[in-house]
């Protein structure tokens, strides 16, 4: 099944090289719509895939009265490569389309910075806020009067055992959120309705990629609220928030668990 899903990302993959070359001659705001519309259907056909297919049931819960015509940030626990395809599936069209925030470095990744450039990702530095918020200003402006989503996994990483006793977490299914992304996000200029927090339950502990393209994972949980967090909050109370969210994800997770 990992080849219906190959088809289908090559087949938007081909018809997105021929809009990027187009964006590179001339940008217009009807062909960032039309890459818009590229992603979204590229996410519903493989969710689409996992649904029927698959047979992977997933099960949305929680706060879901979002408007599209909205600006949102949305966090998630990361436990695999599936979570990426899993939390776009379930936010495809009743959000903007995610914008991920990746390292600078990414653009030399072939294919990977193409894409980034494509669809207006920031590319940020490392430690360098000023710099950061000129770039995401930079890049929203690409998108005209679009709404925008922007989308962080906190934690920097996926989730291991063996990660969370290096960082010695103070959660069991959880590593330590970072507030760097949030914090860049939170000072520039633009307007946010929402954070939208996302909480991925598997049900098993450890899952790979693999285990959802093979058809090993038979349902998924996602729990969605809504957050609110002022602008101007300083950086020590954000970070003192952001370990109180997850604590109540950690214990949502274990509720699910234990």
Do not use: C
Not at 78 to 91: E, L, N, Y
Not at 182 to 192: A, M, P, W
Not at 234 to 244: A, L, R
């Amino acid at each position: 099944m990992a080849l219906l899903i190959f088809i289908n990302m090559f087949f938007w993959t081909t018809l997105l090289i021929f809009l990027a070359a187009a964006k590179a001659v001339h940008k217009s705001e009807t062909l960032e719509r039309v890459l818009d519309r590229v992603y979204q259907l590229a996410v519903a056909i493989n969710t689409e895939i996992f649904k029927k297919v698959l047979k992977v049931y997933i099960i949305v819960q929680g706060d879901t009265r979002l408007e599209y015509s909205k600006n949102y940030l949305v966090i998630s626990n990361h436990v695999s490569w599936s979570d990426t395809f899993i939390t776009q599936g379930v936010m495809n069209q009743i959000i903007p389309p995610f914008r991920f925030l990746s390292k600078k470095e990414v653009k030399y990744i072939p294919f990977v910075g193409f894409i980034s450039w494509a669809y207006n990702f920031p590319l940020l530095s490392r430690n360098k806020l000023e710099k950061d918020k000129k770039k995401i200003i930079e890049n929203t402006k690409n998108l005209g009067n679009r709404p925008i989503s922007f989308f962080i996994y906190p934690e920097g990483t996926r989730f291991t055992k063996i990660k969370k006793k290096q960082q010695e977490s103070p959660f069991k299914y959880l590593l330590k959120p970072k507030i760097g992304a949030l914090t860049t996000l939170l000072k520039t200029d633009i307007e946010y309705e929402n954070i939208v927090d996302i909480t991925l339950l598997y049900p098993k502990t450890k899952i790979s990629f693999w285990d959802l393209l093979s058809g090993n994972i038979s349902h998924v949980y996602v729990y969605i609220r809504k957050l609110t967090i002022k602008k101007e909050t300083p950086p020590h109370q954000i970070k003192s928030w952001m370990y109180q969210k997850w604590k109540e994800k950690d214990n949502l997770i274990r509720s699910f668990r234990d």
